[in-house]
């Protein structure tokens, strides 16, 4: 492929799924309920669960309600993109191929400082966690890299390899821009600015001042009690209903987000919400994780 | 005599944990090969981004024969003893040895070849590595830092044959990620290893980076008439992330120097890991950072440098923000924050603890010459600046920013410094606050912490401190020793009881005195054994009940000079003869009360020793009142001439009862008067 250098965002993101397509994985678009990141995508945290091979990429739109800065910072925003990698087990040249994906979308490594700073990496609202690094390029971090040690409070076998690219920072590192707002979008003009910051204007003010705390409230709970009702409820070949239970997961998550962007939750009730989320996680994570090893279950 | 070379190459090493690993390798390499019998001339070993490296110099081509003994049954034991120790040994009864009653078998065992042990050695260190976090990857069950790619083996220039969990053993290793040839190389010994890092741009020796690191970047702020600010810490860091380190010196915006220059360097360091530069003529910092690359970059770093700064801008951008958002408010305004951030959830909210401070600090300012409404004031807002943005970002700079805040409110000078230090001392390096206000302020803030925790039974177990309790009472004991600060360590405790009992919330549990005290003797005796003191002269010395810790320390340093006298050492002596002689008396029903007497029959040394024992008395109370404890000692020494005489020739236990009583009483008041300048009897010796 031959784009305009440097990469625009769009193509930037063209670029990784060529590349990451040419190592075998699966091309996957993104998930269509809201997450915090891209991990929570179930492409990630639950099918690195399980003995079965797996190989995907894709871009994962990651909401953070309360890191939104009304347009008005040039670095932070409630909505972004973020380009996850699973290669599972990691293949044993990993680094090289992470590597290979900076080198296409043109960060020299002869002319750039590419480093691995230790990073151990966990997420407890779904009961992970894994060792690896940050990458920097010189000094900034462009990835999170992280072999998969446990999840939903399982132990994995095999490892996988996990790679979480953030799109906007990397792209404004490469395109030389300041603001994430100014970032060349495509080839024919339009900025990142003219998609995405009315959306971040909106969205900002609704995330901090006009979410009903009253409803999402309920609406956590409303989610909460779905979970364990979808992993009574049986499908067609008699397995429980553990994807769409997982899916009333990532929707309790990001009303506890919403819920906390609005100031909602006490500091005292902080760990006992993230508590609840993570325990029904791994309800659903050990209940797919059968499912994945016994397969006449699922 | 033969040489092994073994390199663990893996996937980047964090690192942190670089030194510690190069240590353990050796140790359980010199354990290894000791249990094998080996004496090698040689050991060393090196740590790495990617790679622990061992050499051993001197090693023979196989172990020596052995010759083993085993100890049998006795002669004479059941013949199935027999029979089961030859069948274990393969023996016959005629090959046994008998020695002393009892059956031997020797054993031959041949030595077995060098690479054998070393391949076993090798396989047992990677399995039994203590990473302080390890991992699994790929399909594999092997644990290591992070993938272990490699394991080059070599001894005596061949390759050790061996596999670990399907990694095979041989002799290539890699060079620089970046700047090597791309393709590994062969190395079977030592010198070929060495020079081919060198050739592929690998510093093996962490010295060697840091060497590499400091003359670079002290040449490159030469060149510019700047200066590094050296931090050992932060080199010892860079040089475990990078195999070939290269200093880059960029620019900073100089705008952000009007940063407080803490931020900028606690920027610089805990997010970049640059160095901070400044002018030499001004000692301030310059606008300028100094960034360790891993490369030696084509275009000579300028984009490395380029991306760098662009880097600590937007950092410090950030920190500007924060800097300008947080002195829109004043701290004052950020206490109600605080009734929304829980201390402990059995300790009620920050609110509630800095109202707890405020209380004791107004009560401990009049003790160490403190104004109690500054004391106060600053205590009410010591804890502000957790609510700002910058703390919010690097905690470390917690009380630093809020001391800066208060400045910059135009609070008085006395306020802002103890908002400032009074989490001082931080650490056995760091110093105690000076200023009185700001010394009630770090003692209130430990005291209600050492007494809350206590009162909900979280007191530190083992090496498990999780709130820092050893640092707070360690704390207290500094800040009064070394300010000279004099409180009854009991009140004070029990003034903080108090204060946590009054609150609202507050009732739960009490934290029981003794066990504070006890818990602060504990920290002293460790703080004195550092300095070199005996502990159970600490020990001696708070049986007494005492509880100002600077007469404490001022009477353990008097009698640790007493001590080290001929008459301090013979006194004791003679103090723990009279103990124990009155001790077997107490067991047999009460002493006699009362002074002793000069008794007409009584034997001169009887009669010096009574006249000694009441001429001392006086004396050793007029020192001990002035806190001449030296002086107290001095006046004791006086009894021991008259000790010994009457040891040598008087015998308490007289047949005549009015005699033994006489000696027994005054025995007692031997003790008593030694007994007010220190329990002798816990003293050793």
């Known amino acids: 492929m031959s784009y305009v250098q440097p990469l625009s965002f769009q193509n930037l993101i063209l670029t990784l799924h060529d590349y990451w397509s040419r190592q075998g994985c699966v091309i996957l678009q993104p998930y269509d309920i809201e997450v915090g990141a891209g991990t929570l995508h179930p492409a990630t945290v639950l099918r690195a669960l399980g003995p079965k091979e797996w190989k995907a990429a894709y871009v994962q739109p990651s909401r953070r309600p309360a890191d939104g800065r009304f347009g008005e910072n040039p670095n932070r925003l409630q909505h972004y993109y973020q380009y996850q990698v699973i290669l599972k087990p990691n293949p044993r040249n990993m680094q090289a191929l992470y590597l290979g994906s900076l080198a296409a979308i043109g960060l020299d490594p002869t002319l750039h400082d590419m ?74 003009g339009v900025k990142y600015g003219d998609v995405f910051l009315e959306n971040e204007r909106q969205f900002s003010a609704a995330n901090f001042e006009a979410f009903d705390v009253e409803v999402l409230k309920r609406q956590f709970e409303d989610m909460e009690r779905q979970v364990p009702r979808f992993l009574a409820m049986k499908g067609p070949q008699g397995q429980a209903l553990v994807l769409p239970a997982y899916d009333h997961v990532l929707k309790a998550s990001h009303l506890f987000n919403l819920m906390d962007a609005r100031g909602a939750i006490a500091v005292a009730e902080r760990q006992s919400y993230i508590g609840r989320i993570r325990d029904l996680c791994k309800l659903c994570a050990q209940e797919w994780e059968r499912q994945q090893r016994e397969p006449s279950a699922a | 005599m033969p040489q092994l070379l073994l390199e663990l190459f893996s996937e980047e090493i964090p690192a942190r944990m670089q030194a510690q690993a190069a240590r353990d390798l050796e140790r359980m390499a010199r354990e290894r090969l000791a249990e094998a019998g080996f004496l090698p001339e040689a050991l060393k070993t090196f740590a790495g981004p990617r790679r622990l490296t061992l050499v051993v110099e001197g090693l023979p081509v196989a172990q020596n024969d052995r010759k083993e003994e085993l100890k049998g049954p006795k002669v004479g034991a059941p013949p199935q003893a027999l029979e089961g120790f030859l069948r274990k040994t393969g023996l016959g009864q005629d090959q046994l040895v008998e020695r002393d009653g009892v059956y031997f078998a020797v054993i031959e065992k041949a030595g077995r070849p060098t690479p054998q042990i070393v391949a076993e050695m090798v396989d047992s260190i990677i399995r039994a590595f203590p990473w302080p976090k390890s991992m699994k990857w790929g399909r594999g069950t092997l644990r290591w830092v992070r993938p272990l790619q490699r394991i080059l083996c070599a001894f005596d220039g061949e390759v050790v044959t061996f596999d670990v969990d399907g990694i095979e053993s041989g002799d290539l290793t890699e060079g620089h990620r970046f700047m090597g040839s791309g393709r590994p190389f062969r190395a079977r010994d030592f010198d070929a290893y060495a020079a081919g890092l060198a050739a592929n741009f690998v510093a093996l020796d962490v010295e060697e980076r840091k060497a590499r690191i400091l003359e670079g970047a002290k040449t490159l702020c030469f060149a510019r008439d700047l200066e590094l600010v050296e931090d050992e810490g932060l080199l010892d860091e860079v040089a475990g992330l990078a195999e070939w380190p290269t200093p880059i010196l960029g620019d900073m915006e100089p705008h952000f120097l009007d940063l407080p220059p803490e931020v900028i360097r606690t920027s610089m360091r805990t997010h970049q890991k640059y160095f901070a530069v400044r002018d030499p003529a001004t000692g301030k910092l310059a606008p300028n950072f100094l960034a360790v690359a891993n490369i030696e970059a084509k275009d000579g770093g300028a984009t490395i440098a380029a991306g760098n700064a662009k880097v600590l801008s937007a950092r410090l951008s950030d920190a500007r923000f924060f800097w300008d958002e947080d002195r829109k408010h004043s701290l004052e305004s950020r206490l109600e924050k605080l009734k929304g951030v829980t201390f402990h959830a059995k300790l009620g909210t920050m609110y509630q603890r800095v109202e707890r ?94 007494t809350g925790f206590f009162a909900i039974d979280e007191k530190p177990t083992g090496s498990k401190d999780p709130f820092a309790l050893r640092r707070a ?122 002074a002793a007497i000069r008794l007409p029959v009584a034997p001169a040394e009887e009669a010096a020793l009574v006249d000694a024992v009441h001429a001392v008395s006086g004396p050793v109370n007029d020192a001990l009142s002035r806190e001449d404890f030296a002086g107290a000692m001095t006046t004791l020494a006086k009894l021991r001439g008259p000790v010994d005489a009457f040891f040598d020739k008087v015998l308490v236990n007289a047949d005549d009862k009015t005699e033994r009583e006489n000696r027994l009483r005054l025995l007692s008041e031997v003790r008593a008067a030694m007994g007010r300048v220190a329990d002798f009897s816990l003293i050793a010796g």
């Open chain 1, 115 to 188: 480093r691995f700073v230790e990073d151990d990496w966990e997420n407890p609202t779904v009961g992970a966690w894994g060792l690896g690094w940050e990458v920097w390029c010189d000094g900034m971090e462009v990835s999170q890299y992280t072999y998969f040690q446990q999840v939903g409070g399982l132990d994995v076998d095999p490892v996988a390899g996990e790679l979480t690219y953030g799109l906007e920072r990397l792209a404004m590192y490469v395109q030389g821009v300041d603001n994430v707002y100014d970032l060349r979008f495509n080839d024919e």
């Open chain 2, 473 to 594: 009472a360690l704390g207290v004991i500094r800040i009064a020793l070394e300010q000279k600060v004099r409180f009854g360590l009991r009140d004070v405790v029990g003034v903080a009881s108090r204060i946590r009992a009054e609150q609202p919330a507050g009732a739960l549990g009490k934290a029981n005195p003794d066990e504070v005290l006890s818990f602060f003797a504990d920290r002293l005796k460790v703080l004195l054994r550092e300095q070199g003191r005996r502990h159970d002269l600490v020990d001696a010395v708070f049986a007494l009940g005492d509880d100002d810790l600077v007469r404490i320390v001022a009477r353990v340093e008097a009698l640790d000079g007493f001590l080290h006298t001929e008459d301090g050492a013979n006194l004791l002596a003679g103090y723990k003869r009279a103990t124990n002689i009155l001790k077997a008396e107490e067991k047999k029903g009460p002493l006699p009360e009362g």
């Open chain 2, 357 to 450: 401070i405020v209380a004791l600090a107004r009560e401990i300012a009049p003790l160490v010459g403190a104004d109690p409404e500054l004391a106060a004031q600053a205590a009410r807002l010591a804890k502000a600046d957790l609510g700002t943005g910058m703390v919010g970002e690097f905690p470390e700079l917690q009380g630093l920013m809020g001391g800066y805040y208060a400045r910059a409110e135009g609070l008085p000078d006395a306020v802002a410094d103890a908002v400032r230090d009074h989490y001082k001392p931080q650490g056995p390096g760091d110093s105690v606050p000076t200023a009185p206000v700001s010394v009630a302020v770090a003692l209130a803030d430990k005291l209600d912490t050492l």
